[in-house]
């Protein structure tokens, strides 16, 4: 199995996992630092220790006894017992899921200070970025090192990473310029308004989501020239780069 394949199977086993959209975030962001030796936090390493998984030589693996508490779950699931230790392990998850499901359990009456959340939003989303600008400076070096600037792929790789910097900074600015106004008076706000908000936020986070995961592929694949194991032919890393633009143009491009 190639690197990108690797990546692939290991990236959708992120995504069989049963738990809240918020987590497999960390866990994506995680792995992608295990794999460019950037050390994981401590939120991030007690995520992974609650599900039960590890990180081992650039794979993502689930204990197998994670499985068989599941399966324990499914089994005793009409039990008393079972149901309420069920409830108490899904009250401990961190479920920081940026829907209108999410949005509704936040604003409840019973939490007295909502504009948090928005802070807790910006808080999150800067760390992304910070991760994915650290990803685009690895992959400047990385550049220097594997091609000269006379090559094609030189220059390609170059606006590659021009056009997801751009990317990244148009879409933390947008996020910023969009949330700030509201940090005052976001609990005065109806509960309809106040998940609009948390929901347009969601479409930020996908698209700094979304540059994080193509520098993390570039970064991969330009950590596998420089050691010689794939993509040894310059055609074949000249269409990768091709498609690779192609995706990132999609997403500039947008409104």
Not at 69 to 79: A, P, T, V
Not at 234 to 241: N, R, V
């Amino acid at each position: 199995m190639n690197s990108i394949s690797k990546f692939n199977a290991n990236i959708a086993k992120i995504e069989s996992l049963k738990i809240s959209f918020y987590e497999k975030d960390i866990i994506r962001s995680a792995y992608y630092n295990h794999l460019n030796n950037i050390p994981l936090t401590q939120g991030a390493n007690n995520l992974l220790k609650r599900h039960s998984i590890r990180f081992y030589n650039g794979n993502i693996i689930i204990s197998i006894q994670q499985n068989k508490i599941e399966e324990r779950k499914k089994r005793y699931k009409r039990s008393d017992f079972t149901k309420d230790s069920y409830k108490q392990v899904e009250n401990q998850k961190n479920n920081v899921v940026y829907s209108r499901d999410y949005a509704a359990q936040k604003i409840a009456p019973t939490n007295p200070k909502h504009s948090q959340i928005l802070a807790s939003i910006l808080h999150d989303s800067h760390t992304l970025y910070a991760e994915s600008m650290e990803l685009l400076h690895r992959c400047e070096s990385l550049l220097n090192k594997c091609f000269t600037q006379h090559e094609l792929s030189y220059s390609m790789i170059q606006n590659i990473i021009v056009k997801a910097n751009e990317g990244l900074q148009n879409s933390i600015n947008a996020l910023n310029t969009f949330l700030n106004p509201f940090l005052e008076f976001f609990d005065g706000l109806d509960s309809n308004t106040q998940g609009e908000i948390l929901q347009r936020t969601q479409v930020f986070l996908a698209k700094i989501q979304t540059y994080k995961n193509l520098n993390a592929k570039l970064c991969l694949e330009l950590s596998s020239i420089q050691a010689g194991r794939v993509l040894k032919k310059e055609k074949d890393f000249t269409q990768y780069l091709q498609a690779t633009i192609k995706e990132l143009n999609a997403y500039t491009n947008d409104p």
